[in-house]
């Protein structure tokens, strides 16, 4: 007869966070990418992700990414996980480069901006060049200390995760009996 089986504890469901951004940054963590790498690739990638263009940043940290031989998936995912901030991130770095360049304050009406954009795009980008200039000369003057910032956050986390899983691996072969022959 064998012996009973301990009460193990089922493990708890794993919460969408764990599962979308967790997991593959713990995956990439394993597959050689040092937490130096994967904090870069996280600076970098969620800089690019708010450049004040829509629909640019797809494409923008793609180019990055492959340029600074940064983890194309995980700066991918930065990217589709902040498109919640990224018209606030718009609105701020257009009101910081109208401070920057002393220019008055642009009015915005979305709907009347949507209808031009796609009626009279030359009248468009002749009345709101300018802002768009502002928009990215702020985000020029903001990113390098956002990067900065962001990179000497996620650093310490990368490690201990590293850290974390050598444990949790070294403990796991431990207690793994050795095969019988």
């Known amino acids: ?56 940043t797809t494409v923008l940290c793609f180019i990055v990414a492959i340029a600074l031989r940064l983890n194309q998936p995980i700066v991918q995912l930065i990217n589709q996980a902040l498109w919640p901030v990224h018209i606030p991130v718009i609105f701020g770095c257009i009101r910081l480069g109208e401070t920057i360049f002393g220019a008055p304050r642009a009015e915005f009406h ?42 000497f956050i996620a650093l310490p986390v990368t490690r201990r995760v590293t850290y974390l899983k050598h444990t949790v691996e070294t403990t796991t072969a431990d207690q793994t009996p050795p095969p019988t022959p």
């Open 1 to 56: 007869m064998s012996a009973p089986e301990p009460n193990v504890a089922p493990a708890p469901a794993r919460t969408f966070w764990q599962r979308r951004v967790r997991d593959p940054i713990v995956a990439q963590l394993t597959q050689g990418i040092t937490p130096e790498k994967i904090a870069l690739t996280l600076a970098v990638g969620s800089a690019f992700a708010l450049f004040p263009i829509l629909g640019t």
């Open 110 to 151: 979305i709907r009347w901006m949507r209808e031009m954009i796609w009626s009279r795009p030359a009248e468009f980008f002749h009345q709101f060049g300018l802002t768009v200039l502002y928009a990215v000369v702020a985000w020029c003057v903001v990113a390098p200390f956002f990067i900065t910032a962001v990179y």
